[in-house]
């Protein structure tokens, strides 16, 4: 930094939250500028949640609506519930990210856009009939323009880039702007610039200039008169990092496999959005762990049956449409028992629907969506960090039970970021899980479907085990010999035993709390992602002078057994789902109440404030 | 060639009755296998059988190991992950033409480009027989069933040529008949490292008899079955009077005294370009003439297995660490105090 040209620093104002949302072309590095920014905020101590949304183009026709893509990121000094429901600031860098942005920018918030970008040009493709920045229609905010790609340019001349490289570092002068105008610490993202290029990297070098000029720029310019502060968040005690929530899940399946003591295997095929997860599986090689890139979803759970058959611990990661066509493979998991993790990383459907967005629809599926009596066990992620402790709870069911689990995670939780207190992982204890080594009848025969009394589990004999051959299969099994059987009785019997198996685990699963009162008004019932935009409605509506209560299931089969129990305590149960009403379905189906559902299938994420007005109609609502 | 071990026959085949139509090729095929893995040393609990869906595909249930009868076309996938999971497994697949070829196609060809150690056992009968006689992916053109009453107007595939053209590093094909053939077939593809695919040419009396009759008749046999035999003349007739030529435009069935012993293709299995054994291979499609029978390829190439197995290991030696806490601290974290 060149530390002679800066004027003396003015105090900063003190704020306990900001959000932030850095809005530019798919291809402006605004992910990149956004990701950073979460990074050194992180590293600085605020509590923090991210809100990355692209679309699903990897670079859509440049300038236009279509080609957005923004990164929001909140912080606060305060343990936060949500990404924000409104951006306090929002970086524009053209006028496409200003128009697809503005209506997410709370009324008087802070707009700082690239002025290069408003040209005749780009406003014509964003559909602006006449400049924003100067037309006054932005009157209702308070706009701050730079000239970012003059003065990019001019920054990066020195460092050897050339042509069309020039203007890539533009996303770095908006985040040196940015960390300048929000007092952050810089150097962690300038020594990410170096580990990331090498410190002699023209592109590197290209980079770090821009975010110095851009630095610099707010220091130096008048317009530019004001800086906040964020002090750090007063979180508990411990060892932080930043975690997505695909990455959560990656280390949750490696941390199940230790404790199990078992190798894990992942079969999968690429798919936005859980594309992530089998890439960062494949870079911890290290630890032992297979991954296998199929030809196809249904090959990538075709191997994972069949490690699991082999004995390791064995999962497969999609999104909607693999789900589809892992069904089979399944029913086949659940008629062999064998234990198998499959995560479904929603998306919005049907079809390819919209792949980059997130959506909660898929859970009829997880629950139903299998040919013949197929109940499995069905658990899900609620934040980024608790997908770590989910994941574990797959593994831990599909292994003690000997069934398939399904573990939905989605597009908001799989790319989201928050900071996670991180346990002592080296302490996790060990799981009791041995296969099978001995036979287990009388006279040294084995009994490959002999139930555990009171798990309903086989035993897991795995090939090469001597004395334990035997045969599994999609054809119905006779109880204890696994052989094929057609017998009508055994059939029945069968699908009771495994139906039963299943719904047992309510057993083994802690019950749902109660977040507010017992008498409250309306009960706000919630799965998934939305955990966080709810609690804070819910808050939100008690702080006003309303009473709501809040469950939050993590167990979507079986249903925690005390569900059934507070749902009849309250008069108004309201179901909130990035659906049409899956969950408030089977809540009615199950427990004959009336729940009501809030929709929205809009590929975001919930605002707080949605709830909240829910909540407050159905209060008011005396009738 | 039988050579004691301590396992008979019996000792591989399960107590499950065996449930093919009396006169089925099958019959002989699982004798076949059952015969040769009591003649190898190894463990019983080491093999894996591992089926999909078709009549070809309830063999596991018959074979005293460890076994899965498991999804119409998914055979090789889930094999795939027994084998990577455990590398001292000798892993079978058994499979049809319609499970192997026309549902799982997809499965198959990249179990065979990847070379993952499998043993690939294909029954090709050219028909649907679970299902009761509907045209297979290898039926012959113009052959009337229930769904074809007019005549198949589907190309079919030939195993052998789809298997060479994956640059797959074993392939092989026999006769269910022909015990010996089969037995040797089988020894070859144990012996081999990687996938090894035989198309075994499997009668179904009740949908599609005789469908093999040139190389299996009494009358036909001799004059119409090639072997395949590395390092020789590749003649064939009831006095080797007929040979192969193999030139720029194909494999060719000539009169050995038409252009001399020293003009017949001499057959080398283990040519690293797949090129001449797919030649050899387009002889027939059917087989509507003589046939090749034997190991058409075999070559050496690190399975994939070896290869997972290795890019381990050296992640191993470039970071030691065993810790998760070690994994986290990599990726940047803070402490509050």
């Not at chain 1, 402790?389 to 593994?395: D, G, H, L, R, S």
Request: charged letters at 20%.
């Amino acid at each position: 930094m060149q530390e002679e040209t800066l004027s003396p620093p003015k105090p900063p104002e003190q704020r306990d939250r900001v959000v932030i949302r850095f809005a530019g072309d798919s291809g402006d590095g605004m992910q990149l500028a956004g990701t950073r920014f979460t990074e050194t905020s992180a590293a600085f101590g605020n509590d923090l949640a991210t809100f990355p949304s692209f679309p699903a183009e990897i670079r859509a026709p440049q300038g236009t609506l279509a080609g957005v893509s923004s990164f929001q990121v909140h912080i606060a000094d305060w343990d936060i519930l949500t990404h924000g429901d409104e951006a306090d600031v929002l970086v524009a860098m053209n006028p496409a990210a200003l128009k697809a942005n503005l209506r997410d920018v709370v009324p008087g918030g802070l707009i700082l856009a690239n002025e290069d970008a408003f040209d005749d040009r780009n406003l014509e493709k964003a559909g602006y009939e006449s400049n924003p920045l100067t037309d006054n229609s932005l009157r209702g905010y308070h706009v701050m323009t730079a000239p970012m790609e003059k003065l990019t340019k001019l920054a990066v001349a020195d460092t050897g880039v050339k042509g069309r490289s020039v203007l890539r570092s533009k996303n770095f002068f908006a985040l040196g702007l940015i960390s300048w105008m929000f007092n952050r610490p810089t150097e962690s993202i300038l020594e990410w610039v170096d580990q990331k290029f090498g410190a002699d990297n023209p592109v590197g070098r290209a980079n770090i200039e821009a975010f110095r000029a851009g630095f610099n720029f707010g220091n130096t310019t008048e317009e530019f008169h004001h800086t906040y502060e964020i002090a750090p968040a007063k979180l508990p005690e411990g060892t932080y990092t930043n975690i997505t929530g695909n990455q959560a899940l990656a280390w949750g399946l490696l941390a199940a496999a230790k404790a199990a003591g078992l190798t894990l295997f992942l079969g999968s095929y690429p798919i936005t959005p859980a594309t992530s997860i089998l890439e960062e599986v494949s870079r911890l090689k290290h630890f032992g762990v297979k991954t296998f890139q199929a030809e196809d979803e249904i090959a990538g759970v075709g191997v994972s049956l069949g490690a699991a058959f082999a004995g390791h611990l064995a999962v497969t990661t999609t999104s909607g449409p693999g789900v589809a066509l892992k069904s089979e493979t399944l029913s086949l998991a659940l008629a062999t028992e064998l234990p198998l993790i499959l995560v479904d990383v929603q998306r919005a459907g049907p079809s390819t629907g919209l792949p980059t967005k997130v959506e909660q629809s898929d859970l009829m599926m997880a629950l139903f969506g299998r040919h013949g009596e197929a109940p499995l066990p069905v658990i899900a992620a609620s934040s980024p960090s608790d997908a770590f402790e989910v994941a574990m709870e797959a593994a831990r069911l599909a292994l003690k039970y000997m069934t398939p689990v399904i573990l939905l995670s989605d597009g908001y939780l799989a790319n989201g970021a928050e900071p996670w207190r991180v346990p002592d992982l080296d302490a996790i204890p060990k799981w009791d899980i041995a296969h099978t080594t001995e036979p287990n009848g009388p006279d040294g025969e084995f009994f490959p479907y002999l139930r555990d009394e009171e798990t309903g589990a086989r035993p897991w004999a795995i090939p090469g085990t001597p004395g334990l051959e035997h045969r599994v299969g999609g054809l119905e099994k006779a109880a204890l010999t696994g052989n094929v059987s057609y017998d009508p009785d055994n059939h029945e019997m069968m699908t009771e035993a495994r139906a039963a198996k299943i719904a047992g685990i309510a057993n083994d699963i802690p019950e749902v709390e109660v977040h507010g009162s017992k008498d409250a008004d309306v009960l706000v019932v919630s799965w998934g992602s939305t955990f966080g935009g709810v609690r804070a409605g819910v808050n939100n509506a008690n702080n006003t002078g309303y009473s709501a209560a809040h469950v939050h299931v993590r167990y979507l089969n079986p249903l925690p057994r005390n569900l059934g129990d507070i749902l009849r305590r309250y008069d108004k149960i309201l179901v909130p789902e990035l659906n049409r009403g899956q969950l408030a379905y089977v809540l009615r189906a199950e427990y004959l109440v009336p729940a009501i559902t809030l929709s929205k299938v809009q590929g975001a994420p919930f605002m707080s404030a949605e709830i909240t007005k829910k909540i407050i109609e159905l209060a008011e609502d005396k009738s | 060639m039988t050579t004691e071990t301590r396992y008979k026959r019996a000792d591989f085949q399960s107590n499950q009755e065996v449930k093919w139509c009396p006169g089925c090729g099958d019959y002989t095929i699982l004798a076949s296998v059952q015969s040769f893995l009591a003649e190898l040393d190894v463990d019983r609990e080491k093999h894996v059988f591992v089926s999909g869906i078709g009549c070809a595909s309830r063999f596991p249930y018959y074979v005293n190991t460890f076994g899965m009868h498991s999804i119409h076309g998914r055979a090789p996938a889930i094999a795939t992950g027994v084998a990577l999971a455990n590398p001292e497994l000798t892993v079978w697949v058994i499979t049809g033409d319609g499970d192997g070829l026309s549902i799982g196609g997809n499965h198959l060809i990249h179990a065979l480009r990847r070379n993952v150690n499998l043993k690939i056992l294909l029954f090709n009968n050219q028909i649907y027989g679970l299902t009761k006689g509907q045209y297979s992916p290898t039926s012959e053109v113009g052959k009337k069933t229930k769904t074809s009453p007019l005549g198949s107007i589907d190309w079919p595939f030939n195993p052998v040529s789809l298997a060479l053209g994956t640059e797959a590093t074993f392939v092989a094909r026999t006769i269910d008949m022909d015990r010996p053939h089969t037995t040797e077939m089988l020894r070859a593809a144990y012996s081999h490292k990687g996938t090894a695919f035989i198309e075994i040419y499997q009668n179904c009396n009740v949908f599609n008899d005789k469908a093999f009759q040139l190389l299996t008749g009494r009358q036909e046999r001799d004059h119409n079955r090639i072997y395949l035999e590395a390092g020789k003349p590749i003649v064939f007739g009831p006095d080797d009077e007929m040979g192969v030529t193999v030139g720029i435009d194909g494999a060719k069935i000539v009169k050995v005294a038409d252009v001399g012993l020293d003009a017949i293709a001499i057959h080398d299995p283990a040519k690293p370009n797949p090129g001449v054994a797919f030649l050899l291979s387009r002889l027939s499609h059917g087989p509507t003439g003589p046939t090749p029978i034997g190991v058409f390829r075999q070559v050496e190439r690190e399975t994939y297995g070896e290869r997972m197995m290795g890019q381990i290991e050296t992640a191993k030696e470039r970071n030691s660490s065993n810790s998760i806490a070690d994994l986290v601290k990599q990726h940047g974290t803070w402490t509050v105090e």
